[in-house]
């Protein structure tokens, strides 16, 4: 079985596309064959694993609109099991162009259908809005994995990005579970951020995760050599947490 996880949070900022990257990377490093789908018309999980904007014939606009075969946008990376569909600015005109098109919300499901089998895991990074692009990536996914930064007013919204998945569990895709929710860029030098992992862990118990992202700077300078964690310092705290990620979503989902 193929899990496809859903990394939303409507909130900018909040580790979405670092999450993505890097989770994805480390259940690659693992040997489970990955799949990053880059859903957010800014790329960034494109640049982030390496991919030239400009060398892309294709992307995910074209895929969702009909004008390309899913195995045609598929890139490789760095990691030999990690795998790339990419984003360009363009993905912005599927909201516009498809907003009066019957089963608009299904477009990447079935999109995915065609090219889910070969792998392990598919991770879907959303835009930071409860878009189109959103509904159509949790109408995709088997589960939703909710990165949660720990600052002021981090809970906040959730309660929004909850009811659109009831919504979307009630109708589009009844099999759709919460994975977990992660606790990013936490600084164990501010009580702000043992605050927010105590509220979280009070009101959804064990679905937060044990490991917790730390606020490091390697983390912040590795996407701009457009690599994963792994790839540019393994040795470091951020590598290292989302290695323990994969290893707590893997044991979740088997």
């Known amino acids: 079985m193929t899990h496809i ?38 790329g960034n999980a494109t640049t982030g694993v390496g991919i030239e904007k400009r060398t892309i014939e294709n992307n995910l606009y074209q895929g969702l609109i009909g004008g390309a075969s899913a195995d045609s946008l598929i890139h490789d990376t760095d990691i030999g099991y990690l795998k790339i569909i990419p984003a360009l600015v363009d993905l912005i005109g599927f909201e516009v162009e498809m907003m009066s098109v019957q089963g608009r919300e299904m477009a990447l499901k079935q999109l995915l259908e065609a090219v889910s089998r070969p792998f392990d895991f598919i991770i879907i990074d959303c835009p930071p809005s409860l878009s189109l692009l959103t ?29 659109t998945m009831t919504r979307i569990k009630n109708g589009l895709n009844p099999t759709l579970e919460i994975c977990g929710i992660v606790l990013t860029m936490f600084d164990k030098r501010t009580n702000l951020s043992f605050q927010v992992a105590e509220e979280a862990e009070k009101h959804f118990n064990n679905l937060v995760f044990s490991t917790m992202v730390p606020r490091n700077v390697r983390l912040g300078e590795a996407p701009s050599f457009g690599k994963p964690i792994l790839l540019y310092d393994a040795n470091s705290s951020g590598a290292q947490s989302y290695l323990s990620l994969a290893e707590e979503v893997i044991r979740r989902l088997k």
């Open 5 to 42: 996880i859903c990394i939303a949070n409507q909130k900018g900022g909040v580790g979405k596309t670092t999450t993505a990257i890097n989770l994805a990377a480390s259940l690659a490093v693992s040997e489970r064959s990955t799949l990053i789908v880059d859903c957010d018309p800014q």
């Open 135 to 163: 509904v159509n990536a949790m109408s995709a996914a088997t589960s939703l994995l909710i990165p949660l930064q720990c600052e002021f007013y981090a809970l906040e919204g959730l309660g929004q990005l909850l009811q």
